[in-house]
């Protein structure tokens, strides 16, 4: 008779101890912050006219003008390896030299910062490559 309750003990032990540990992956989990997510973006842009770089600071979300060019992030994200980062983030450009073409843009779409030539940014005057995501 004692080793039957000696046994439901130890199973009851087990069970607490295994409940504790599930509420402390679930709690550690739901306070986790994602650092892989950013709220703003580098871009360099290269004037091929000029030959001069230029880093432009873009907070998501917000349009940003640059020269002839408006440029707005709307994502960014760091991967989450550590030994060879990937950056991207989706971004959209407008020419404003374009006056007939107001609502088209030049560049709509993920840029990598590891392969631009993946989705190239093809403009005449510009060349914009993603640097940084923060």
């Known amino acids: 008779m004692e080793s039957k309750k000696n046994i439901l003990a130890g ?24 650092n892989s997510e950013g709220a703003f973006t580098d871009l360099k842009i290269l004037d091929k006219i000029s030959s001069k770089n230029t880093l432009v600071k873009l907070k998501n979300g917000k349009l940003t003008t640059f020269k002839d060019l408006t440029l707005k992030s709307l994502k960014c994200k760091n991967s989450e390896f550590d030994d060879n980062p990937e950056i991207t983030a989706y971004i959209q450009v407008k020419d404003l030299t374009y ?3 107001d609502e088209v843009f030049v560049f709509n779409g993920w840029m990598f910062s590891s392969s631009p030539s993946i989705t190239p940014f093809d403009h005449p005057v510009y060349d914009v490559w993603l640097i940084k995501c923060y």
Request: proline share 0%; net charge positive.
């Open 11 to 34: 199973n009851n032990k087990i069970n607490f101890y295994l409940l504790v540990l599930v509420c402390f992956f679930l709690i550690n989990h739901s306070f986790a912050k994602d």
């Open 99 to 101: 006056k007939n073409n």
